[in-house]
């Protein structure tokens, strides 16, 4: 299990709409087979180059392997024109059990 920092403003300010999030969403399901949208969070980071980016960040966490992941960071980087995004394992294990639908 990994949980990613989503973006909820642009570099320049703007606010992120639902539908520009709701591709993304769409990109990763269908990497993973899946994800979960938390609420949003407040948070801070400085840049390499010295200045603090204070923002609302979206966390979402995803069943799935280290080269996902992988995938979905540098999808991510692209797709919201970022300078940075943080990913971090969650844990190691992950129950999954599908209700028999033979029934």
Known sequence: MWEIL???IRIDGR???KRFHK???DKVIEITGGL???TPAKGAWLCPEGN?????MIPVRIACTRNQIEKIVSMTL????QKA?????VSDEVIIRYADVSN
């Open 52 to 56: 603090l980016f204070e923002e609302r």
């Open 15 to 17: 606010p992120i709409k």
């Open 36 to 38: 979960t949208v938390l």
């Open 6 to 8: 989503v973006p909820t």
């Open 78 to 81: 692209e797709y919201y024109e």
């Open 85 to 89: 995004v943080l990913a971090y394992r």
């Open 23 to 25: 591709v993304w969403d």
